[in-house]
């Protein structure tokens, strides 16, 4: 079976097109993309689709070479008669403007360009060049960041607009098409470049498992298309999960219902209810869940609190207005921006025990009993001010941050009292409450990894 057999089988399969429906096209002028744009074209021509329209996106990575490509993409379509939508971003400059990866500035300007160009058509999706290679590689990385069973299902065929026509077709069988129809097409000399992860699975891994299979792209695409067989039907489990255990008030599920449920239903029915959750979230509400009591602060300005009844939210800010304030209690956690932090009690002496071990607990310890009134975590405001233990002398939270180049300060709980913030973290606590020779209970506010 060729590419445009495989892909049509796709389409079909995934219901992806129809004759009324305009594509945008990414075309970066490799032979992938040219192949894509070859057959939508031919399908365009044969009444399957109503229009095709090229983006290419010109990253500024590879100097001279890069205009090369967008030069050849603009040549292509004016030969083809495509119409074009064009930009250039320095990707370089703006990831490290950002500080965040190249790959994921390029992913993120591509698909706005693409939102871009759409046309005003009723009917519209937006095709990219993906293929079973790259869904292989895309496995192998998953697996070896610690993947569920939900990244082992690869690049999905459709999501939302975007489609993936060529996701079944290998890197041979697309060189092969671009030989029978005489198609031309450029070769990204980043490709070779091992310094990228996923360019070391293809020029590293892929060879070696080849030389066990010839025919492991294959092997794996079809372990991929099961995967993800598989996952959607765990979804529909996980959807009826949920409304199962959905009670009468807004964001309240029944705890006795979601414990009832088996792993990994469990987990996909939390990660269903808390959008925002990461993994660490999950285990801490399993853990609550378990224990019948405890509370997750979720970044988003959520806290999901269990009872011995329910598991409920209980929204601490919005959107517009991105600051928290919390009742906090002895014995829970909080997940606040990327840390989970605790707050715990010990009596004095095992306290100093353990900070013989790790003398950090000394910057985030105070004299529990000099506490005054209601604790609760908030975040930074203006003006904070506190006597930071040793330094004699009152600061600001400002000059505090500045000093220490503190970059997500709007992260940092600031552990407070009714008379004022009492500690924060990584900076000690205050004069009124710190600990003295009198002290017989010590009270721990720090990061769960630290927790000994």
Sequence with gaps: MGVKDKALQTIRRERMLSPDCAVVVGVSGGADSVTLLHFLLSLQQEGAIAQVKAVHLNHCLRGEESWHDQQFVEELCREWDVPLYIEQHDIATIAKEQGRGIEEIGRELRYAAFEKAAPTHSCYCIATAHTADDNAETLLLHLCRGSGLRGAAGIPPIRGRIIRPLITCTRKEIEAYCAEHSLSYVIDSTNADIAYARNRIRRMVMP?????????????????????????????LTTQAIADAKVGAPDTYCRKALLSLEEPIRSRALCGIVKTAEERHIQLLISALEAGNGAVVIPTGVRWCVTETVLTAQRLYNKECPSFCISAAIGERYAVGDR????????????????????????????????????????????????????NCGKSLKKLFNEQKVVSRDTIPILCDTSGIALVPGFGCDERVRIMPDTKTVLLFIKEEDVL
């Design 208 to 236: 070696h498992l080849c030389e066990i299979n010839p025919q492991s792209t294959v092997a794996i695409t079809r372990f991929i298309e099961q995967v993800r067989q598989t996952d959607q039907f765990l979804n529909k």
């Design 340 to 391: 989970i932090y605790r707050l715990f009690t010990l009596p004095r002496s095992e306290y100093e025990q353990k900070l013989n071990i790790c003398q950090y607990l000394f910057q985030n310890a105070l004299d529990y009993d000099r506490i005054s009134g209601d604790l609760f975590l908030r975040q930074r405001r203006e003006g904070d001010r506190f006597r930071p233990t040793g330094r």
